[in-house]
Structures are given as structure tokens and as C-alpha cells.
């Protein structure tokens, strides 16, 4: 897919005259502040709250959070969903009784705000209490539920929320943020000890499965295996967890071939919410595409003031021709020569990529810091739509190329795997790879567990296919260990092992 010149030109100046507006310190009258917040939160004007009816596994972690005085943070991609899970918050609010004008939503990424620059989010609050509360900020006696969402666009949005923050009344903040770097860095020293990060990512397969109309029941299904998988490591019962997964598994073969299609359909688009139901491929591409374009140069350029944003595109599409690759710096000497790019510019790349969740890395699997910083990291694309859309390989018909098809499905099992560690041990958990004459893509490693998860997509699985991921599990006393096949179901209990089909592993996720 090629940009022209004339789009990069307009995005750029875009983007560039955006942060003159700011710098140039224009004010705001209130009255102009009021109006925005009044289109931002409609509730105040007796109009419903219309958000959609599904809600993903994130909202009954987030909604008992309310209650608690720590700033919520969602960090996520763009367009993933956390504008309409905080609207989902505050309609949960609605319906429970809080009066509308004590819930303030806000995108601070509106384009009227610019002018206010780094006193945006002061004058927003002092604009809401002064006009639509009618209080000062210590005279709030029920509770104020403020939403603040794209907080990173704001230049030290942290320390003005630590100031209202530290005054000890009864108001809870929730943020939102697109780019790591916007709010780790922001609240790193200012909010230490104030804030809780959540992520919120693209839906994993068995989200998107509920939004493609599947039971609350399967859901719960689903929870319900991943909590016995869970267990089966602490306990180390792996028959009672094996009964688990057959019984799991074989109702899903009953349920006929749908969720087959649907993997299949996940494998090339991935999770973006607004295009689970999209048929239309090329749309589904254009949409990725230009949501590519629009974090490149809203934020990674306004983040890290990124002067020559073709180079990142360029990168960009070299991971994704790359995705799963290990990246040493013989490797980034290679694309600094084949890209014209700067090797120390490549470094810093790359983590931006990171940064707005384009990209994951996992280091080596190894007893010392050093050895690890030693050995290349692999690099994989996390959403397996980005990757296929600047791999060229966004279609129906690459499902039938067997190389390509195991590479999306590499990228799936990566980022399932990441999802699983989070679950495990949301603090501790790292995922890792394994290399030593063999490897294995996937070790996910807390505390002094380590659980190896090997993808093999194929038609036959032998146990040579395997034998890498046995002498792991034999090597570090693993409880047990997973691999991942096209559609073997087995449990091999004297090597401590479970052949797991694809989609029951992401459903399990």
C-alpha cells in the first residue's frame, strides 16, 4: 500500500500546526469550555446515555474500581475501546442513582481544547465545578466520578492531577491514555503510589467470538477453563484439569464449524472492535491502514517529536515482514544500511513502536540479567491485522499459504500468550523465548514457575515436533507444558504435556 506525498505533507503540517496552537498560549473563554463539555456529557441535559450493550471482559474488573480512591488508568491502541468502556462506566453509574451532573466525561483530545495547552486539564475541572457542580473542590460532599480521556495529549497532566488528587476528597479519576510512554512517563515520580495501570488491548478471540453473538454462557465457559488451567499449575492436578479441557473442547465441537470461520476470519483482522462483524476485507484494511497513519503522526510524532515519520512507516513495514524474527544489532546494522536509517534512530523506533503498542518484544529465557541482555530479543507486530495489512498478506486467500498462515498464527499465540501472563500474575509475569540448539516460542515465566507454549500449526504432530518443549519441561521442573496444534487434543501425562488446538488455547486466553 503506498502513501503519496501529498498525504504525509498534510498530516505533517497537521500535526505540527496543532503544537504551534498550544505553544502560542491562546486562551479559552469558560463559556467555550462549557459548551464542549456539554456535547462531551450529554446526561447532563436529560438526554440518554446510548453505549453499546456488549461489554468486554474489562468492564467487571474496572466498575468494582470505581469505589476505590486510587486514579484508574487505561492504557490501550487506539481504538480499541477505552472511550466506549469509560462510557460504559458511566452509564453503569446512571443506572445506579448518581446524579448526572456528578459524573464529568472528557476527551481531551478535542480540537477546541488546544489553545489551553498544559492548563487544560486545570481549567476543565475548575470550569465543570465552578458551572455545572456550582462548588468549590472542598466542598464536594458525594462523590465525583471524573473521566479524562487521551490524557497524554496534555503536557503535565500528572502534576496537575496529583494536586487535586493529594487534597484528599471524594472524587475518583479514571485516564485514559493511547501511548505508554504519555502516561508511565507522566506519572512515574508525579502519581507514584497514586495511580493503577489496566490494559486494554484489542480483543482477544474469545472477546471477539462474544461480540460475533456468542452466550454469556460460553464466556463464562471460557473463564472457567483458563481459571482450572490456573490451578493445574499452582496444584499440579493435570488429570482433573485434562477431564476440564476434553469436556470444554467437546462441546465446542458440538457447537458446530462457526468459531472455525471466525478463527479463521481473527487470524487475518485480528480484534479491533469496529471490525468483528466487517466483511468487506479491503474496508477492513483501509481502516488499519489509516488508524496506522493516524498514531504515527498524532502520536508518536507529538509524543516524541519524530521528524521524519516516512522512516517510521518504512521500519514499520519491515517488522512486518519480519514479525517473530530475532533483532541483534548485526540485524539493525543490516536495516540501517537497507533503509538509510541511522542505527541509534532505529533503536529509538523501535521502542516508540513499543511505546504505542505496534510492536512486543521478549528477551532469552536465561538464569542472568546479563546473559539475556547479551542475546537478541524477537520482535513481533502485536496485532496480526497491522501485520498482514504492511506484509500484504491482508486477504481470504493467504489462509491458504501455509508459510504465511503459520506466521499469523506465531503473531496470535505471542500475543494470547502475553494476555495469559498478565492473568497468571499481572505484576511478575514476563513472556520469554528459549534457544539452545532448538526453541521454543513462548515460555511465560513468575515467580519460580516457568510453563513452556510451543506453536505447531500443522496437520500432524509427531512427538519430534515437540521434543524441544519436552526437555524444557524436563530442565526447569516445569508443572507442565503447552503445544499449540492445528487440531490435536492429547494429553501426554508422563511428560507433564498438553496438545492444545488453536482455538481452544485462544479461547482459554
Known sequence: MVITTQRHTFLYVYAHTKIAAIAAGNRMEDSEIIKVLNSHNPWWNGKLLKVPQK?????????????????????????VGKSVLMAQLAKGLLDRGVEPKRILFVRLDEPLFDPLGASLVHSVIDAYLKYILEKEYSDIDERVYIFLDEVQHVPKWSETLKSYYDREENVKFVVSGSSAAG???????????????HYVMTLKFSDF??????????????????????????????????????????????????????????????????????????????YIFDLVQLVIY?????????????????????????????MSDNSLRKISSELKIEINTLRQYLDYLEQVFFVSSSMIFAPSRAKQLRNPKKIYITNVGIRNVFNSTFSAL?????????????????????????????????????????????????????????????????????AECLKFIHENKCPFGVVVTKKKLAFDEKNRLFLIPLKIFLMMC
Open 298 to 326: 498524532r502520536d508518536i510524532i507529538k509524543v516524541f517529536d519524530i521528524r521524519n515519520p516516512k522512516n517510521m512507516e518504512d521500519f514499520l513495514l519491515y517488522l512486518a515482514r519480519h514479525s517473530s524474527d530475532k
Open 55 to 79: 461489554a468486554r471482559r474489562d468492564f467487571y474488573i474496572l466498575e468494582p474500581a470505581l469505589e476505590e480512591k486510587l486514579i484508574t488508568a487505561l492504557l490501550g491502541p487506539r481504538r
Open 398 to 466: 493467504s489462509r491458504l499459504d501455509p508459510l504465511d498462515l503459520g506466521k499469523m498464527v506465531e503473531t496470535v499465540v505471542h500475543d494470547h500468550s502475553l494476555r495469559l501472563a498478565f492473568y497468571l500474575d499481572q505484576a511478575n509475569a514476563r513472556c520469554y523465548y528459549w534457544s539452545n540448539g532448538g526453541e521454543i516460542d513462548n515460555v511465560i515465566s513468575f515467580g519460580k514457575t516457568n510453563l513452556p507454549i510451543e506453536s505447531k500449526y500443522q496437520n500432524e504432530i509427531k512427538t519430534s515436533d515437540y
Open 183 to 197: 502516561i508511565t512517563r507522566g506519572s512515574a515520580e508525579s502519581l507514584a503510589g497514586r495511580i493503577k495501570q
Open 209 to 286: 467470538l462474544k461480540f460475533r453473538g456468542f452466550s454469556d454462557d460460553f464466556d463464562r465457559e471460557c473463564r472457567d477453563l483458563r481459571s482450572r488451567f490456573r490451578l493445574a499449575l499452582i496444584d499440579g492436578n493435570l488429570p482433573r484439569f485434562w477431564l476440564v479441557l476434553r469436556r470444554f473442547a467437546a462441546r465446542q465441537a458440538r457447537s458446530g464449524s462457526k468459531s472455525d470461520a471466525f478463527l479463521m476470519d481473527y487470524l487475518v483482522k485480528g480484534g479491533y472492535i469496529e471490525l468483528v462483524s466487517e466483511t468487506d476485507y479491503q474496508k477492513c484494511a483501509k
